[in-house]
């Protein structure tokens, strides 16, 4: 998977022995790491952009991956607003881009 | 409804909330802790660099193998760790709200240990809020926890030494780092985490700052221009760069909330970082049976925190009665010495924007280091670690007042001589003989020594660096050894590659260069990479 | 009495600026622009612009532009951003759902 570090010179491989899941993002197929935050498996496949905002409708992604600044929140399993840096990938995911609180985009609500 | 009830219950399992734990339950204390995250240790396991100080503070250590320690020690004191559990609310009377998964549960402790550590600060540019911007601590959780690369191309806002050791690691993770930014006009954090980075070939920007983060969707670029006296943009002094992320180290502010909503004293103390409660000396708050440690008091390092928890541990387990005041007294004694040790030097709280000229030994600071990141090659022979002598010796690059003193130990023929005041600038014994262990080299937190063969016939020099990136090079193999300023010097030659467990990840790589270099290499790039 | 309780003085007029339009609470998107201008209206207390903004009201609860929100006030006033009181701390510290928050544990043994 390309994002990931196969060896690190400190820490080896990181993901060794992980089970490998298959999610949606999008409606897209994609795999990661059970277990890992969703936000890190989408990095790991080049995802950037994890929402629009309600006001201005302007991109945000991960930016404090521990849980506190909530703008990497996405609708996932139907549910608006889930930390996706907090939230521990499992099979069979269904995450979707979160526009304001929807998984409609704006032109659509 | 239902309330339980703990002697002491601590909010945080970082190093200073496990530590206080760990102390209180030592004492025969029912202790619970609270964090809302899924694992333990706060920001520890993101630490994979050596901590400073000396032996007691676990120096040499790598941050995340001391997390490993603190955990083991919190489980086989009977510490009570309880994940996923976000603490809400902190009432009269000390009555915790948590919710762990779908509910609130209630508690009640006779003492409370509030170690909430702190949050990153965060600076207002044009496209701050572009996916691609992030904090610093975000692009060390996504490498070191999951082994994600935060992105590409990076660069560095912040010279402290979240900045320096962040971008450092992200070297590690395989990552390029096209600039270290700051808008302050010297580097931050420590001279020696600044070296390490510059000698790879990073340029650092001081008195610099972001304008504009570029991109539609998400970061593809970043202007970053030269600031004055007031932090003001100087018109026609852009830079720009091809980035994908720009991680942002512009520091910490405590997580203090809690304290006050408990209605603690609090003030706002810029020395501190922030909102924080007002103290006595162990952390104790305005109210009676409410405690502080680590950052959420005071913006400092986890070695610190360490101390400070087990201090508020054996001051909360005295006011309860499950300690006499004379133990008490007996175990603060101890480990006031040891934060006493580890806040001296030319970092410590006392001397935060002070501007300090001279080393405790009268030795002019390198300014070049602190502008750009390296010691100037006319510079480094004023400092006592860097001697010559015939046959292998060390050179110590060591040149600021930190609490650290692996070296010291590490050397079993006594080379190297530091004293019992730990911020002292190591200094080399040339009486003594060196034996090319390499110890030393791998010892030090800063990566600051260097094994040096002046002379190792045929008109060559050998130098042994500390080496943490992959993939290692080989002997025999051929490539360009840099300078401190990361450029390209001269042609070398791996002659050994020195791994083992006793060097923990440190490699030692031996080059082979013309003699005239032997005090100027100081990094190597294998042929391909250069 | 001090610089901030003093209401006679006169912070001057809202001049507008061309970085306006910088978002500073990134949950309820609240811009530059606007808490600047919300002081000149007399919004002198972080508490009174958070009520009236909802700047640092929203999922982060202000953990990111509090800092940011305080010191654009102060530079508005003319004062140390020490002399401002922080918002209130209030429960939940962190977004509870309210279902969740109203559902009290019956056997909370750990």
Not at chain 1, 25 to 36: A, I, P
Not at chain 1, 48 to 72: E, N, S, W
Not at chain 2, 411 to 417: L, P, Y
């Amino acid at each position: 998977m390309a994002g990931r570090i196969a060896q690190h010179p400190i820490l080896g491989c990181q993901n060794e022995n992980k089970k490998i899941v298959t999610f949606h993002y999008d409606g897209k197929e994609m795999k990661g790491f059970e277990g890992e935050p969703i936000a890190a498996a989408l990095k790991a496949n080049g995802v950037m952009v994890h929402r629009y905002t309600l006001k201005q409708h302007k991109p945000r992604g991960i930016f404090c991956a521990i849980g506190r600044c909530t703008d990497c929140v996405m609708v996932v399993d139907g549910e608006p607003n889930v930390r996706t840096c907090m939230t521990p990938l499992a099979e069979g995911m269904d995450v979707r881009t979160q526009y304001g609180v929807s998984d409609k985009p704006f032109d659509q609500q | 409804m239902k309330i339980e009830r703990f002697d002491l219950i601590v909010v945080g399992a970082g190093p200073s909330g496990l530590s206080a734990a760990i102390e209180a339950a030592k004492h025969g204390m029912k202790v619970v802790v609270f964090d809302e995250n899924a694992r333990p240790g706060g920001q520890l396991f993101k630490q994979i660099h050596k901590f400073f100080g000396s032996k007691e503070h676990k120096a040499k250590i790598r941050g995340f193998h001391i997390g490993e320690q603190l955990l083991k020690e919190a489980d086989d004191a009977g510490v009570k760790v309880e994940l996923n559990a976000t603490v809400a609310g902190l009432y009269q009377d000390r009555e915790v709200v948590v919710r762990m998964g779908d509910e609130v549960h209630h508690f009640k402790g006779d003492a409370i240990i509030i170690a909430t550590g702190a949050a990153e600060n965060m600076v207002l540019f044009d496209g701050w809020t572009l996916p691609g911007v992030m904090g610093a601590g975000a692009a060390q959780t996504l490498m070191n926890l999951y082994g994600v690369k935060p992105g590409e191309r990076i660069l560095m806002l912040g010279s402290g030494n979240v900045g320096l050791v962040v971008s450092y690691q992200l070297l590690q993770a395989g990552c390029q780092v096209v600039a270290l930014v700051d808008a302050a006009p010297k580097i931050g954090g420590y001279g020696v985490h600044a070296a390490k980075v510059a000698r790879t070939g990073v340029p650092f920007y001081l008195s610099h700052t972001i304008k504009k983060a570029e991109g539609t969707d998400h970061v593809t670029g970043v202007t970053i221009a030269e600031v004055d006296n007031h932090f003001q943009f100087i018109p026609g002094t852009d830079k720009h760069f091809d980035v994908d992320t720009i991680c942002v180290a512009v520091g910490l502010s405590p997580m203090s909330q809690l304290l006050k909503m408990a209605g603690c004293k609090m003030e706002d103390n810029p020395k501190r970082g922030g909102q924080v409660p007002i103290i006595g000396e162990y952390g104790e708050t305005s109210v009676p049976g409410i405690f502080s440690a680590g950052d959420v008091s005071g913006i400092e390092e986890a070695s610190s925190a360490m101390i400070e928890g087990r201090m508020s541990g054996a001051v909360a387990a005295e006011y309860l009665g499950y300690i006499t005041k004379e133990e008490k007294e007996e175990i603060l004694a101890k480990l006031k010495a040891s934060l006493g040790s580890l806040r001296e030097g030319m970092f410590a709280p006392k001397n935060r924007g002070k501007d300090i000229k001279e080393t405790e030994e009268g030795i002019p600071i390198s300014t070049n280091l602190l502008h750009k990141g390296y010691v100037l090659d006319s510079e480094i022979e004023r400092f006592p670690g860097v001697t010559h002598k015939k046959g292998v010796h060390p050179v110590i690059e060591c040149t600021q007042n930190i609490p650290c003193n692996p070296c010291q130990d590490a050397c079993t023929r006594h080379c190297i001589k530091i004293g019992s005041h730990i911020t002292a600038l190591p200094a080399v014994d040339e009486t003594a003989d060196c034996i090319n262990c390499g110890m030393c080299v791998a010892s030090c937190p800063g990566q600051a020594i260097f094994l040096v063969n002046e002379d190792a016939g045929d008109r060559k020099a050998e130098i042994t660096l500390p080496y943490e990136f992959l993939p290692l090079p080989e002997t025999g193999m051929k490539g360009t050894a840099l300078g401190r300023d990361g450029q390209p010097l001269c042609d070398a030659e791996v002659t050994r590659v020195r791994s083992s467990k006793a060097f923990d990840g440190t490699n030692l790589l031996t080059i082979s260069v013309p003699a005239e270099f032997a005090m100027k290499a100081r990094f190597f790039k294998a042929a391909a990479q250069a | 009495m001090n610089e901030l309780s003093n209401r006679s003085r006169d912070i001057g007029e809202f001049i507008p600026q061309p970085d306006d339009d910088m978002i500073v609470c990134r949950c309820e998107e609240v811009t530059k622009g606007e808490i600047r201008k919300a002081v000149h209206e007399g919004l002198w207390t972080i508490a009174e612009i958070r009520r009236y903004l909802r700047c640092g009201m929203g999922l982060c609860q202000g953990q990111t532009c509090a800092k940011l929100v305080k010191g654009i006030v102060a530079r508005e006033l003319k004062v140390s951003p020490a002399l401002l009181e922080p918002a209130t701390s209030r429960s939940p510290m962190r977004p509870v759902e309210m279902h969740v928050f109203a559902k009290e544990t019956e056997d909370t043994d750990l």
